[in-house]
């Protein structure tokens, strides 16, 4: 079953304005992690933000994870052409049967237009 | 260049034959993921080795199968080949495989799969 679904499915700006993609998912989670893929490549890691931290920080990207809420924020500050990408959000968690799963959403697209 | 490497990066056979997709992980990382993604279903997590042991299975066919070598490389095994079964199948590894927190994957560059 999907656990993170990212909203919305496809964001398209201009370039040098910032981008805001949300997770939201069902059940308690250890961590959260973002991800980029660069069309047909290998997703690559952004950033993992823990249960119990609020906000984070790296470069341009910020991340914020509200667990009441059970929801999750990417944001590209003043975006490039070279954001342009699916970002995906994964949640970690452990499954009833007592192991570990990542999750994967479906992404957002992300394009930036120069 | 993520240091996890898979092979082949095209593949193109025909429905009712097998492919063997192969991952070498990165250098130390003990576990081993397997996902498959398509355009109308995302990314799909099929199977997780941790050190030569099956840790966890997702939305794996029966038709498929997968391995952990002592030397830690991977293999997946897709048999009986449908339509259906053309993706994009990505390896990905990380250090941990057990515990609270495995952490920050790392992604290979996939496989990519035609059924014709």
């Known amino acids: 079953s999907q656990q993170g679904e990212e909203d919305p499915q496809a964001l398209s700006i201009q370039e040098g304005e910032n981008a805001t993609m949300n997770c939201s998912y069902k059940t308690s989670i250890n961590n959260l992690q973002w991800y980029r893929q660069n069309s047909g490549r290998g997703l690559v890691h952004l950033i993992l933000?823990?249960?119990?931290?609020r906000e984070k920080h790296s470069g341009r990207l910020r991340v914020t994870l509200d667990t009441s809420k059970k929801s999750s924020s990417l944001l590209i500050t003043a975006s490039r052409a070279a954001d342009t990408a699916s970002y995906f959000c994964v949640t970690g968690a452990y499954s009833g049967a007592g192991s570990y799963q990542l999750t994967f959403g479906k992404g957002t697209k992300l394009s930036v237009i120069p | 260049d993520s240091g996890v490497t898979q092979t082949p990066k095209h593949l193109i056979t025909a429905t009712g034959q097998r492919v063997t997709l192969r991952c070498s992980p990165r250098s130390g990382d003990l576990s081993v993921y397997w996902y498959q993604q398509s355009l109308d279903q995302g990314l799909q997590f099929l199977i997780q080795y941790y050190n030569g042991e099956e840790r966890a299975k997702g939305n794996i066919l029966e038709r498929f199968s997968a391995q952990q070598f002592p030397d830690l490389h991977s293999e997946l095994n897709l048999s009986s080949l449908e339509l259906g079964d053309s993706a994009l199948y990505f390896c990905?590894?990380?250090?941990?495989?057990?515990?609270?927190?495995?952490?920050?994957?790392?992604f290979g560059e996939g496989s990519r799969l035609t059924v014709l």
């Open positions: 990905a590894s990380s250090v941990r495989g057990r515990g609270i927190d495995s952490g920050e994957l790392f």
């Open positions: 933000i823990r249960s119990n931290e």
